[in-house]
């Protein structure tokens, strides 16, 4: 194989990781000491010739894609390599095929030159769509910081206005028992009254009674204006609580998705520089290793509405996480027989509520539920809600013990 593709098969078809192991158990080279870069040109290099890392790559090679040399084996016409080659290439199988063209005996040069340069502008488009990320991802951070505040806020007004609610309360509370004082000295006046027959003291005791009734009757009123301010500061405080309340689980919701669109990011954008003419670190392999956990293991993603500005993005997610995404416009243009087929041949669907048809939404709920299959319904249709959907789907696929997990409706 000419040196100029060793760069190009090892960066795409091994993780730096496996090159690492690699040489370990080789004894040839302390990879310890060296960065990913470095481990990955040590190998270009050794590639020139025999010696123990060249052959560990070729068998690691070998055993890997064994079942794809097969199939790209039986072909030994131009023209049947090269329809082969454009089928893996659109279905994203691009490790086993590039390496079965490269080391196919009967591929031309021509077929080895254009794979070579397909894998090179791959990894262009691969960069642009993570800058893309990044954007929303900063967007994203600034939204999530508003809101913190925002609740933070809301906070400090519910606790000021339960403070001046206690104090009310309080001062309520001395008024009656003044009330209570006031009522107690009455009665004794009363009993003082029946006691007496006439006179002077009669009338006196007659008038001071009427002007304590006057005095009950006004202190009767004005607490009955409290217990209504009291009653009105309660549904107040009712109201912020429950603002409160959503306040905070939106917060929650807001930073799953956050935490789920980081896991798919890399975590140093300096790695997509090319650092050697344009022939390594621009690699589709480079980026899909910057994953954080998120495998779909080649499961076909059904997407049943959404925005169609955001569904590159979708598909983008999909694929960096070892899927395949398929889109259905959830009732705009495209039918409802398409979306039955889309359903049938889908492994889990996510539907994004604010961007869907009624009847849509409803269809794909009911034929999830009767055939189990993965469903993530969505309140908003964007790229970190769809992010977090994808992280639930990945959740409940490993989870062996719970084999209903995999069918469950997950809710909004």
Partial sequence: MPHKYHCPVIGT???????????KKS?????????????????????????????????????????????????RA????????????????????????????????ELRTRAYED???????????????????????????????????????????????????????????????????????????AALESGAELKALRTRVDAQDQEIAMLRQRAREHAAQVTGLERRLARSEQRGSETAAELAEREASLRALEALLPTDTAAEACECDGNCAN?????????????????????????????????????????????????????????????????????????VSHDASLRTKRFCKRHGTPCVMLKRSGIGAFALALSQLNAAARVPSQPEASARLFPA
Avoid at 86 to 107: D, T
Avoid at 127 to 156: F, H, I, P, W
Avoid at 165 to 174: G, H, N, S
Wanted: charge should be negative; proline fraction near 3%; aromatic fraction near 4%.
């Fill in 13 to 23: 078809c091994l993780h730096v990781d496996e090159l690492r192991r690699l040489a």
């Fill in 27 to 75: 004894g040839c080279m302390p990879t310890h000491e060296l960065s990913d870069f470095e481990v990955h040109v040590s190998f270009v290099a050794a590639a020139e010739s025999r010696n123990p890392l060249s052959q560990a790559v070729q068998r690691t090679l070998e055993r890997r894609y064994t079942a794809v040399v097969k199939r790209f084996a039986r072909a």
């Fill in 78 to 109: 131009p023209a049947d390599l090269e329809h082969l080659w454009r089928e893996a290439l659109a279905n994203g199988e691009v490790q086993g095929a590039f390496w079965a063209v490269m080391s196919h005996p009967h591929a031309p040069p």
């Fill in 119 to 193: 894998v090179h502008m791959l990894s262009h488009q691969i960069g642009a769509g993570l800058n893309a990320d990044l954007k929303a991802l900063a967007e994203t951070r600034e939204t999530l910081a508003r809101v913190r505040r925002e609740s933070s806020a809301a906070a400090a007004r519910a606790e000021r206005a339960l403070a001046e609610k206690d104090a009310r309360l309080a001062q309520a509370e001395r008024q009656l028992a003044d009330l209570a004082g006031v009522e107690t000295a009455l009665e004794a006046a009363r009993g003082r009254l």
């Fill in 283 to 355: 690699c589709p392999e480079a980026a899909e290793a910057e994953r954080n956990g998120i495998d779909l293991s080649g499961r076909r993603i059904l997407c049943v509405g959404g925005r169609g500005s955001l569904s590159g993005h979708y598909r983008a997610l999909v694929e960096r996480c070892n899927g395949e995404l398929v889109r259905h416009d959830g009732g705009l243009e495209d039918n409802r027989s398409r979306l039955e087929s889309l359903l049938a041949s889908a492994d889990a669907v996510i539907c994004p509520l604010d961007c």
